[in-house]
């Protein structure tokens, strides 16, 4: 009894021992981020040009309106990993896949979940006997349609609410075709899944929910941050480097500026949490390109296609990457067109 209390007391302490480091570690970074939003526009004039004046704005910009919803969207997303047992998901399910599959995409308004934790949840509800096409349907909208995404929406674009019903419906329609489609023509010999390795006595004890929740604030932190941080530099260098002649070529065009966000939000890999104020950010674009920045994002991009073919295997992440592109580039040109 004396070992469970102490256990139990040291998890508190490495939870709130992680809490602060991750509170304080946010604060930290939006403090450097003003300081330098403030400095750096002085410092560039004086150095270089106006130019690195008005990317160090909006790299700024971008980081500090973001941080705060990437950190509370991290806490949410380790204490779910951590404390919500994986067979709940199962018992909430029907068992029809094509009646899971709605449930599954809706259960994404309620629980969040980032990009990177959302691919191996999916493979641990596959393992533990949930249908693919809805652990696949979770997959796509969890990271897309979560609470902290929309009203991060909501505070990148004051004032347009139909841009985050949009995001919403948008997402919500993409997983929801996937999970279907996979339904109608998905194979199981597409799916690799690798076994669970399980802890032996010779390995150790198995690490507690609190060490769980820690390890998993501090990956998806830091991991996501990282990826804020170049998302940001990249919008900000695309903004100031390529030549107003070439924006015009794809502004001036609906469907080629649509195509062109989409592939660019594959290849930044912004976080969902914080893709909203990137997509703010590219102003020289229509609604509806932004708004397939945003769609396209959280379902395809680079570290997604790579977490995919770790987890259920090249072949997968594959045909799987690009049949969703095309989808939801497809209902963001819809969403777009009726609400925007």
Not at 154 to 159: D, K, N, R, V
Request: net charge positive; glycine share 10%; aromatic share 8%.
């Amino acid at each position: 009894m004396r070992n469970q209390r102490s256990g139990a007391a040291d998890g508190v302490r490495l939870a709130a021992r992680a809490l602060v480091y991750a509170a304080l570690g946010g604060l930290a970074l939006a403090a450097i981020a003003t300081v330098v939003s403030v400095l750096g526009p002085v410092l560039a004039l004086d150095l270089a040009t106006p130019a690195m004046a008005a990317w160090w704005t909006v790299f700024t910009a971008v980081v500090v309106q973001g941080v705060p919803f990437l950190l509370l969207g991290t806490l949410v997303s380790a204490a779910i990993g951590a404390f919500v047992p994986e067979r709940v998901f199962g018992r909430l399910l029907p068992r029809s896949p094509a009646l899971a599959v709605p449930v599954a995409g809706a259960a994404g308004v309620v629980l969040p979940g980032c990009e990177c934790a959302s691919v191996p949840v999916a493979g641990s509800l596959i393992r533990r006997g949930v249908a693919p096409a809805a652990a696949l349907a979770f997959l796509l909208s969890a990271p897309a349609i979560n609470p902290v995404v929309l009203v991060a929406t909501s505070l990148a674009f004051p004032g347009q609410p139909a841009m985050v019903l949009a995001r919403l419906l948008a997402s919500l329609a993409a997983a929801l075709v996937m999970g279907w489609l996979w339904v109608r023509f998905g194979k199981e010999e597409w799916l690799r899944l690798p076994e669970r390795r399980t802890s032996s006595a010779g390995s150790g004890a198995p690490r507690s929910r609190w060490d769980g929740f820690r390890a998993g604030l501090q990956h998806d932190f830091l991991h996501a941050g990282g990826f804020l941080v170049v998302g940001a530099a990249a919008a900000a260098t695309f903004g100031i480097v390529v030549p107003r002649s070439v924006l015009d070529t794809f502004t001036g065009s609906p469907w080629l500026s649509v195509l062109l966000l989409a592939v660019l939000a594959v290849v930044l890999c912004v976080c969902s949490e914080a893709d909203a104020f990137v997509a703010a950010s590219l102003t020289g674009f229509s609604p509806t390109a932004r708004l397939a920045f945003m769609v396209v994002g959280p379902m395809v991009d680079l570290k997604l296609i790579a977490l995919q073919a770790g987890t259920f295997g090249r072949s997968f992440a594959v045909r799987f990457s690009a049949a969703t592109w095309a989808v939801a580039v497809t209902s963001s040109v819809l969403a777009g067109w009726w609400l925007l």
